[in-house]
């Protein structure tokens, strides 16, 4: 089935420092997507998404390129800030969008 | 504003106990869906629904039963035979031009 795989954490990044999550995925059909961010005790927000291939989703400086070659959608940032740190979670939907597949998550802590 | 209302944000739950969590959203989404996330994993589908009065299983329903009487709301209740209970519970609306919302979450613990 389709399935979504994304780097273990913790990762820890001095401010200012880049950032790369990678992502890579499986499916039998051509998915759209999608990179979501939580804070402690929320739900989930969209940060990002990309519908087909060669798209590159950007948002608050995050940014991903739909790779279908590399069947990848790894999330960069050229600068973290504090304030990013959160669990980030990769996730695609087929095109029926009965639901949608999560990585585990992967945690972003950003030191000053 | 529109939006998803999850309540309560934490619940306790007794050994043996049914519970039920409340999600209610004003978006006109049509599509609902319930996730489980445990400490360390991804969102797991408890329960899904497209429409009024028609409802799926996910991965994990067993343990698990919702209802979908009007368009605004997807109760989940927990019942006494989910043998692991505690985790924090998310629901989500889908509507194709907007993608998915969350919720902000339900907290259960067994005590």
């Known amino acids: 089935g389709d399935s979504v795989t994304q780097m273990e954490g913790p990762v820890t990044l001095s401010e200012e420092a880049f950032l790369t999550i990678n992502c890579t995925y499986t499916?039998?059909?051509?998915?759209?997507l999608f990179w979501y961010v939580q804070y402690p005790g929320e739900g989930l927000q969209l940060l990002l998404k990309?519908?087909?291939?060669?798209d590159k989703g950007s948002n608050k400086g995050f940014e991903a390129t739909y790779r279908k070659e590399t069947t990848s959608f790894h999330l960069e940032k050229g600068s973290v800030q504090v304030s990013d740190s959160a669990v980030y979670f990769c996730?695609?939907?087929?095109?029926?969008?009965?639901?949608?597949?999560f990585g585990a998550g992967t945690r972003l802590t950003v030191k000053p | 504003d529109g939006g998803i209302t999850q309540s309560p944000k934490y619940l306790f739950r007794k050994e043996g106990q049914n519970v039920t969590l409340s999600c209610e959203q004003n978006?006109?989404?049509?599509?609902m869906y319930w996730y489980r996330q445990d400490p360390g994993q991804g969102l797991r589908l408890i329960y899904y629904?497209?429409?009024?009065?028609?409802?799926q299983k996910g991965d994990i329903a067993e343990g698990y039963s919702v209802s979908r009487e009007k368009k605004e709301s997807f109760p989940l209740t927990v019942t006494s035979a989910q043998k692991n209970p505690t985790a924090f519970y998310l629901c989500?609306?889908?509507?194709?031009?907007?993608?998915?919302?969350f919720g902000s979450g339900t907290r259960l613990t067994v005590v």
């Open positions: 996730a695609l939907s087929t095109y029926n969008n009965n639901d949608m597949r």
């Open positions: 499916a039998t059909g051509y998915p759209s």
């Open positions: 990309a519908t087909k291939a060669d």
């Open positions: 978006l006109n989404h049509d599509a």
């Open positions: 629904s497209q429409i009024v009065n028609d409802f």
């Open positions: 989500a609306t889908y509507k194709g031009s907007y993608g998915y919302t």
